[in-house]
């Protein structure tokens, strides 16, 4: 895996799919195959959706109206930090509202169907080059129990979430009984590796993955059933 660069400033209404092309057309050092993975940063997609709102740059507290109005329940807060449930089921802080890597005074939101974001990317590659790839919106999120971020999936297509080995053997040949794989969230935690938080490099190349992982997916197969989690 490794980053794409030159890919520059996303801006709202951009094309973010012809852009992604350009700098993966044949010829060039990042040249796409077929069964490559494309993981681009949510923040990108955000911007190319005119997912971005204006705040108060003198009040850092101003986004807190936005966190709200994303969430579709308040999970937790402790002081400043508000654990929100989204419209897509994610649990996460702040209702994925980020300040990071915007300009002053603007705050990014998540993107409204970031499996529909995904889909986007991989037809216009398909559409531009004749190449099938999965393609993974990537944001970063922290982790109940463990500390420090790490990168995962908020939008697939393509490309497997989850990988079920219930029922398959083990190298000891026990049969599996609970094992299932978030592929989609470690492709993109290696992913944000090579591109990195301050790099501005926003997409990346994984190449080489298990065929059997490419296939039709959403993010349904990521976020948990509520009536199975020990934990909302």
Known sequence: MWGVE??????????????????????????????????????????????????????????????????VRIVRRRGDLIITETTHGFVCANSGVDLSNVEAGWAALLPIDSDRSARRIGDIVKARLGIDVGVIVSDTFGRPWRKGLTDVAIGVAGIAGVLDLRGTEDALGRTMQVTEVAVADEIAAGAEMVMGKSSGIPVAIVRGIDPRWLRSSSMSELVRNPQEDLFR
């Open 6 to 71: 030159g890919i520059g400033e996303i801006r709202p209404g951009d094309q973010l799919g012809e852009i992604i092309v350009s700098a993966c057309a044949p010829g060039t050092d990042d040249e796409l195959h077929d069964g490559d993975v494309l993981v681009v940063t949510q923040k990108v997609v955000s911007k190319a959706e005119n997912r971005m709102v204006q705040i108060d740059p003198t009040n850092p507290l101003s986004h807190k109206k936005l966190v709200e109005q994303e969430a």
